[in-house]
């Protein structure tokens, strides 16, 4: 069991992981998810056991306009992917947490959780190491395990946004350690 770097390859077992477990009105098209890799190959990570994924998460780097256009839904996630900020040069970045997810249906779910949750910090951590000021990390959390993993890390529910006819709460931080 390793975590890893995501790769356009890993993308139709992500998507079929995403779509099997999220509502139908947050599923990402592939050639999104493609088009995101584009700009910013790093921001997917994937846990992978047996060459099987079996969860991921990802963070997008974004100016703090746009971020902040997300996080008030004012702006549809689907629609980031011109907006994703590449790691070539130090910045100041806003990270969107836009999914974590392992597959619920398997046995072995806890040790997946433990391990790709574990890989969070050292991923920011690495990202800090190459120079990227890290200003706030938020996200919009569609279910239950979703939230309790957003407190886990230490973030506090700032908001709520409406989206289909439901409401879902934006958590954010400055930091997670």
Known sequence: ????????????????????LYPEQWHIPEEIIRKVLARNGEVIRVLETNGVL?????????EKDVYE???????DEKELADYIVDYKEPKD????????????????????????LNDIPLYLKS???RGMNIMEIGGIFISDNGVR????????QTGTIY???KSYPVY???AIH
């Open 1 to 20: 069991m390793k975590v890893r770097k995501g790769l356009n390859s890993d993308i139709r077992e992500v998507l079929q992981l995403e779509y099997r």
């Open 54 to 62: 079996k969860g991921h998460y990802a963070f997008l780097p974004l």
């Open 69 to 75: 256009k997300v996080l008030h839904g004012t702006l």
């Open 93 to 116: 970045i806003y990270l969107y947490w836009t999914t974590v997810m392992v597959d619920t249906e398997d046995t072995n779910r806890s040790q997946f959780s433990k391990c790709l």
């Open 127 to 129: 990202l800090q190491k």
């Open 149 to 156: 993993v957003a407190q886990r890390f230490g973030m506090l």
């Open 163 to 165: 989206y289909t006819g």
């Open 172 to 174: 954010r931080t400055d």
